[in-house]
Structures are given as C-alpha cells and as structure tokens.
C-alpha cells in the first residue's frame, strides 16, 4: 500500500506526528503550529530521526489566518516563507490530523472564564481545521482534544453539534455518539498516566461505514490494566538535592545523567520538606496525608498559612500518574517525584516517559517550554494506536 499523505494541524512538538510518522505507513507533507519552540522540536526530530530533508514543511504561522497560510503571506512574529499551496502544488491529501488548544474546553479553562466561553477565540479554533479539511478534501481526518468538549456549550450551544454541522456543511460525517465511542482512557494503551481524552475522526459521507469501524479497531487496542508508572521511571538518574540559600534547593545528579532534559527545576525549602513529608507517608504506607484536609493541615503546619485547597501531589509507583499538563511550565507541585530522598518533582525528560516520548526525542528551547510543550503533546504510544486502527480501516 502506498504511503498516506497527512497534513498535521496545531502541531505542538510532534506527539501526534510522531506515531504516524513511525508506523512507516504515513508520509507529513506539512506541519503548522504558531509556537515556535514546538515546531522547532519538531523539525529536529522529523529530520534528525525520521530521514525527512525539506525544512519547507515545518510551517511556523496562525492557522487563522487561512488566506496567509495557503499563500505564504509574511506575518509579523512568525518566520514561514512559504505557504500550502505552494508546497504542496498537485499533491493530493489523505489525511488531516491536529488538535486544537483545548484550554477553552477544559473544566479548569471554563473556571477561570468570566464570559461563559464566549469570547474565547480558541473554542472555535475547529472552524480553522474545517476550512482546511474543506480546501484539501481529504477521505478522513483525526481531530484531538480533552474530555471537557463534550459539555463545553459556548453562546448555549454545545460544540460538538457546532463540529458536527460544521463538517456536515462541507460533505464529513463524525460519529454520533462521542461519548461512548470517541472517549478514550489513555492509561489502558500503555501510557503509564490517567489521561481521557476524546478523538474525532472524520469521513467522507460515502465512507460512513468506516467510523464505527475506525472507533471498534481503536477500543480493540484497549489493554486490560492500566499502565503503571514503575517501570516508566526505572533507570532514571537520581539527584541529590543542595540547598543554594536559606530558602533555595537545587540538585545534582549522583553519578552520570545521560539524559537530555533531565534538570530538575529549583525548589524552595518550604516546598522540598513538604515534599519529603508527602512522598516517605507513601513509602511507609502510613497514609496520613491521604486526604485534602490532611494535607491542607500540613500545609498550615509548615507555613503557617491557611488554603482552601492543597497543591501538593506524589506520584506513586504502583499506579499511574496525574495527568501531564502544560501548567508543568509554572510548577511542578501536583507531579513530585516518588523518592523521598530526592525531593523534587519531576523533570521534563521524567515527563517525556510519562508522555511515552521515547528518551531520544530532544526538546529544544527553555525548561519552561520543554514542559508546556510535553504536558499539551499527544503521547506518541497512543497516537500510534491511532495510526494503526486507521490503517485497519482504509
């Protein structure tokens, strides 16, 4: 079978690229993504690892500027020379993938949201995507995104009918029943953490029949436990941590780190000692700081500070980890390392295996975007899933 052309929409660093790119059924003829330490990351990887040579591809523009980007139209603040039309010429597409920002959709985004998601302009970053899947006209696209879609209702009106009349209008059909079909735990495909989330995939109306189709391969890939995070973090460095100042940790490797982006962030005092508390209660299986008062309470005893909620998490070997994040670039406090010793959350190559990133895939750019970068990506396992189920129904 001849190699599926995909174009990959939103691209962050390539965790959606990467398990289509490596099922070696797929060829990227064109990544977009407007941020620009991702994209780097992700030519390094496309042509360091994958043997790709045309650095054209890697498309460094705002998908909403549809007109700019078909024509390779010089925007301020982004570096793209050429635009889709002119790269891709007569080539034909089969497939488009991507995965709008979800933080307009996720619970904790509405939360934060005065207006009740009107005013958000990235609740209908879809409409971007669509225009796309309408200009290329491809049998099938995937499009990826976090549970909260499902109920996000911006202007009253719930987005995925937005989506589905959307695509209806340009000739696609989705799947009428997103919540049993398309909603996806990826700690069951051997991701070793708790993350749901739901995937769309689209036809073309004469190929309706390969939905379910599509979604029956999909759950078939199902394994029967979660994955755990044991074996995820073994081999690891080990840091020892320092203190700096009075109120400042850091931390060296003991013996050799042969990782890349394998640093863990400053800590201060107060949140290195708590951390010790939190992590040795689980090793000695106390427990006694299983709950939220609990650990409100210790946060009280060491700072003598009240909170109405606690930010403290450890991660545990025997189970999977907390969602990986993008709020990793602001703090590590809910993803603290399971050794007591170390006290330290978690760097972001310890992150990268939690993602399912395999240890040669190197991100480029500060720490902070190393970690906003991998807590936004698609687990690269899991998009391979993706990848292989539609290539059961083609």
Request: aromatic content about 10%; hydrophobic content about 35%.
């Amino acid at each position: 079978m001849k190699q599926i052309n995909l174009i990959d929409l939103f691209a962050g660093c390539g965790g959606l690229t990467e398990g289509f790119v490596s099922s070696k059924s797929y060829n990227t003829l064109a990544v977009v993504e407007w941020e620009k330490y991702p994209l780097d990351t992700l030519k390094t990887r496309l042509l360091n690892k994958w043997g790709y040579s045309d650095e054209e591809i890697f498309i460094h523009y705002d998908i909403q500027d549809t007109k700019g980007l078909l024509d390779g139209t010089k925007k301020e603040g982004f570096e793209s020379k050429v635009g889709l039309k002119k790269l891709l010429g007569g080539i034909s597409v089969d497939l488009i993938v991507g995965g709008p920002p979800c933080q307009a959709y996720s619970l904790a985004g509405r939360a934060q949201d005065k207006f009740g998601m009107k005013k958000d302009y990235r609740n209908y970053l879809f409409e971007s995507f669509a225009r796309l899947v309408q200009i290329y006209s491809p049998n099938f696209f995937v499009f990826e995104n976090v549970p909260g879609i499902l109920s996000a209702k911006p202007g009253d009106i719930l987005i995925t009918d937005r989506i589905r009349t959307v695509f209806d209008s340009i000739g696609y059909e989705i799947s009428t029943d997103l919540r049993n079909e398309a909603l996806i735990d990826i700690s069951y495909y051997g991701v070793p953490q708790i993350r749901k989330r739901v995937i769309i995939f689209g036809t073309k109306k004469n190929n309706r029949n390969k939905i379910p189709k599509f979604y029956e391969a999909l759950h078939n890939k199902k394994l029967e436990n979660q994955e755990i995070l044991k074996s995820h973090l073994q081999g690891m460095t080990k840091f020892k941590p320092k203190t700096a100042n009075k109120s400042m940790v850091t931390y060296e490797p003991i013996g050799k780190n042969s990782f890349s982006n394998n640093i863990p962030r400053t800590h201060s005092l107060r949140d290195t000692n708590i951390f010790e508390v939190l992590a040795k209660d689980i090793e000695t299986g106390n427990f006694k700081y299983s709950t939220t008062q609990s650990k409100k309470e210790l946060y009280f005893e060491k700072t003598g500070r009240k909170s109405n909620f606690h930010k403290y998490h450890v991660l545990e070997y025997d189970k999977p980890s907390n969602t990986i994040p993008a709020h990793l670039h602001k703090d590590g406090l809910c993803h603290i390392h399971p050794d007591s010793t170390q006290k330290r959350s978690i760097t972001p190559r310890e992150a990268a295996r939690i993602q399912s990133f395999p240890d040669d895939f190197v991100f480029t750019g500060p720490m902070t975007a190393n970690y906003k970068m991998i807590g936004n990506a698609v687990p690269p396992k899991f998009s391979k899933s993706i990848a292989d189920s539609l290539l059961e129904v083609l």
